[in-house]
Each structure stands twice: as C-alpha cells, then as structure tokens.
C-alpha cells in the first residue's frame, strides 16, 4: 500500500455502522467536487445518493472521504429499464473523493478494491462516465481502462463512457 494510503481503512458499504449517516454527513460536505459529479440528489437541504448501490468508502478516523460505488436499480423500475434498453451490461460505477484527499492516491486504489467487489456481487462488466472536461480524471480513466482491457464506447460533447470486462487473464496482467 502506498504511504500517501497509510492511516486509512477501506470498508465495504455493509461493513459500516450507520452508513446512512455517515454517508449523508460526507455527501454535504462536498463541494468543489459537485461540478463534476452528480450521482446525487438534494432534498431539503440534505443530499443523498441517487440510487441505490453498493460499494466501498474510504474513511479517515470515523469520517468518510471518498466513496467508490455501483449501481445497483431496483429490478423493473425506470432506470433498470432504461439501462437495460440503452447501456452496455453490467453496472453503472462512480467514484468521489473530498478535495482535501486528492492526489493522494484513493481513488486509484478503490478502482483496484472494486474488482472484488463486483465479483463478489457476480457480474463481470462495468461501465462509467467521465465529464469531457474533467482531465485529471479522464487522464487516470484512458490509463486503467486501457490496463484492464476496457474501451470507450460513446463520446458527447460533455462525456466520455467507457466499459470494462473483467476476467481472470485481465486482473493477473493489471496487478
């Protein structure tokens, strides 16, 4: 583990005691990070995570600052609909790390702890977002979608969508 990781744990969403709580407390203390990541929602005053998901957060101490994450829809409702008739297979992910965090390496070891975990949950694809002006993150995004095999699949004027599949042959060659 990189020292810049030294003093934080890494803990399955499941793992953790009144994640609720402590997720919405690390949703609305972002800030800057909100420009370029919306898998949110905000409700009197208070925000919370769009959909439901599973996934990994990052905690220093008791406080959470950083979340890695997938999508998880509700069979049959509109956005499990809408997946199924318009994106690749596989699960949405996302990734956020509070500012102060940054350049520390966080989120680069979460997308490597999200392997297991989408294995764990029994898929073998996932497929995320990255906003067109977003450069440290589509950087970091070309770089492991390109060690993990995975591709662009669509380009918008203000996203790029890349897919990965995983399998046995792409994670002995990635780590």
Known sequence: MRDSLRGLNFKNFKDIKN???????????????????????EKNGKRSIRYPIAGIACIDGDEIVAISYFVIPKKF????????????????YGVVVKKEYHR?????HLSDLK??????MGYSRYWFRVDSDNFPSLQLSNKYTSKMGGKVWKKTEEQVYFTVDINSDDIAESN
Do not use: M, Q
């Open 19 to 41: 994640l609720d709580g402590k997720l919405a407390y690390f949703l609305n203390e972002l800030d800057e990070e909100l420009f370029h990541w919306r898998g949110y929602v």
């Open 77 to 92: 409702s509109p956005r499990w609909i809408y997946d199924k008739l318009f994106r690749p297979k596989g699960l949405e």
């Open 104 to 108: 520390r390496g966080i989120a680069n």
């Open 115 to 120: 392997i297991e975990l989408l294995r764990e």
